[in-house]
């Protein structure tokens, strides 16, 4: 999911009621092209894709996986500089991007419509983190093996964001967790959200008279369907236990989270010697880090520290 996507009530002034319902139709229709076609596979980020890393010992590179609707600078301003300033090697790619609808939605190049994947598109700039769940475990795998052959490392640990989650577990599923020595999610639907808060979020979409799953898809493409409760593909993932052998995990979720709802479905359904649950809120009620605002906050950076390590430092409230 996004970082920072504010409503669209301001950015669809001018916008027939008609040519939106076609736009987001069409966002959510069209067919995705792979995100190697568009940039290098390590774009510059602050604090990470410095393939000169060398890690600490004991400490495996980070690959960080964003959601769907945003990208790694959206994502990832605050965490990799805060894990690279621990001595960790920062990696993230930019995946799942769809293409500009410039060409697909008559009348609307240079639109105003600038804010949210669909306003991205519009303007002609890359949407990331909307095609199929499956396609961009297959884009993470290239990434992970990638890091693996730069840095000599024989496992890495992964950390995902909401959708970044997801595709990591379809890429355990799919290669195994052999090369995975820790999983982190925050804020990932494990057993699949209802998308409750998205109707007060997206106001416009909701007055179209679509539903909050319709609305989810619009805004996230094919992953707001695959992540909503019920799916097939969290059928699947689900079925044989929603950790493989293998990594460490640990789910961070918010009480504060309204797109993944109920928030509990960010944690894991069970857990054992290899795999931990942490509220954000336990033992700091006043932090009101939601969906989004996980990815900067120090308490959340913190838990994030110290699963990648073993450490226990404590937490910030």
């Not at 600038?114 to 949407?127: D, H, K, N």
């Not at 959200?193 to 998205?198: I, N, P, R, V």
Request: glycine letters at 12%; proline letters at 7%.
């Amino acid at each position: 999911m996004r970082i920072g996507i504010p409503t669209l009530g301001a950015a669809v002034r001018g916008v027939t009621r008609l040519a939106f319902v076609v736009t987001t139709v069409a966002f959510a229709a069209i067919t995705l092209a792979p995100s190697g076609t568009a940039q290098t596979l390590f774009p510059p980020l602050a604090g990470a894709n410095d393939t000169a890393c060398v890690t600490g010992p004991n400490r495996e590179p980070v690959v960080l996986v964003h959601g769907s609707g945003t990208d790694i600078t959206r994502s990832f301003g605050v965490l990799a500089p805060a894990l690279h300033a621990d001595g960790h090697c920062v990696f993230a790619a930019n995946l799942g991007q769809g293409p500009a609808l410039v060409d697909a939605v008559s009348g609307h190049a240079g639109s105003s419509v600038g804010v949210g994947p669909v306003g991205a598109a519009l303007s002609g700039r890359p949407v990331w983190g909307v095609a199929s769940i499956e396609n961009m475990a297959g884009e993470l795998a290239a990434v992970v093996r990638t890091v693996r052959e730069r840095t000599g490392a024989t496992r890495v640990a992964l950390v995902g964001h909401s959708t970044g989650g997801t595709v990591i577990r379809q890429y355990l599923r799919n290669y195994g967790g052999a090369d995975i020595a820790t999983v982190v999610t925050l804020g990932t639907p494990y057993r699949g959200t209802t998308w409750d808060g998205l109707r007060e979020m997206y106001p416009d979409l909701a007055a179209l008279g679509l539903t909050d799953a319709q609305i989810a898809t619009q805004v996230f493409g094919t992953p707001g369907t695959q992540q909503a409760a019920g799916s097939p593909l969290l059928s699947r993932l689900n079925s044989g236990g929603e950790t493989v052998p293998g990594p460490r995990y640990t789910a961070i979720a918010s009480r504060a989270d309204t797109v993944i709802t109920p928030p509990s479905t960010a944690l894991l359904g069970h857990t054992g010697d290899d795999a931990r649950n942490v509220w954000l809120q336990d033992g700091c009620p006043a932090d009101i880090a939601d969906h989004s605002a996980m990815l900067a906050d120090a308490r959340a950076i913190t838990l994030i520290l110290n699963a990648l390590d073993g450490r226990d430092r404590p937490l910030p409230c």
